[in-house]
């Protein structure tokens, strides 16, 4: 049984183009977060939910917009795609939003926007 | 501002001798880091932590320094075996917070 696990694993799209990654953690955990890893590899945080409460938004462009229908999903939905937003995204969870407890991530989705 | 810096892109060491990967950060409000390992494909895995009350914790083959003088941490591996082979990511943050901060990772190889 996958902990965390993301939809779809590869994406492929055009410009401009709406997508969605689906994200779902069975650890019963109550906080969850997107990544994005650039090219340079640097994993960096884009949002956080507590219960499906957001309490970090990064400063990402508001094409990007998480949605958590219950505590168990976080979904990220990208609108007017664009080239720069290539990256592989990394959905996670944590049993609770102190940064003591160990995050476990899925195993990404890798977005090419040509 | 990047307030984790690993500044050793790659390490390769033979099978059975010390793997030693280093870590640096800025931020004096960090309290509390961590090590994340990632084979290709895969999502990041915890490794093993370290809180700033400590200057070390051990786990197995695994073993983390902490130095809060020199904003310095270190995560030792003895002895390496191949299956360690992979990225490493250090990764910082406040005990108060939620937000990690990562580095850029280093990719370790393990040569038989």
């Known amino acids: 049984d996958t902990a965390v696990s993301q939809t779809p694993k590869y994406l492929v799209t055009q410009m401009g183009n709406d997508k969605s990654i689906k994200c779902e953690q069975n650890?019963?955990?109550?906080?969850m977060y997107w990544y994005k890893q650039d090219s340079k590899k640097f994993l960096k945080i884009m949002f956080s939910y507590n219960n499906k409460e957001l309490i970090i938004n990064e400063t990402v462009p508001n094409r990007f917009s998480p949605k958590s229908p219950d505590k168990a999903h976080l979904n990220l939905h990208i609108n007017s795609l664009e080239l720069g937003d290539s990256a592989v995204y990394f959905c996670?969870?944590?049993?609770?939003?102190?940064?003591?407890?160990?995050?476990?991530f899925g195993a990404g989705t890798r977005l090419s926007v040509l | 501002d990047q307030q984790v810096k690993q500044n050793s892109p790659s390490l390769s060491v033979q099978e059975g001798r010390i793997s030693i990967l280093n870590c640096d950060y800025t931020n004096s409000m960090f309290d509390y880091f961590l090590w994340y390992k990632k084979y290709p494909a895969e999502g990041p895995t915890f490794l093993i932590s370290?809180?700033?009350?400590?200057d070390k914790n051990e786990d197995g083959r695994f073993t983390v320094f902490l130095n809060k003088s020199a904003k310095h941490l270190s995560l030792h591996i003895v002895p390496s075996q191949p299956g360690d082979s992979a990225v490493y990511f250090c990764a910082a943050s406040q005990t108060s917070g939620s937000r990690l901060t990562f580095g850029e990772g280093t990719q370790l190889t393990v040569n038989p």
């Open positions: 650890l019963g955990h109550d906080t």
């Open positions: 996670a969870s944590s049993q609770n939003q102190l940064a003591k407890n160990i995050q476990y």
């Open positions: 370290i809180s700033s009350i400590k």
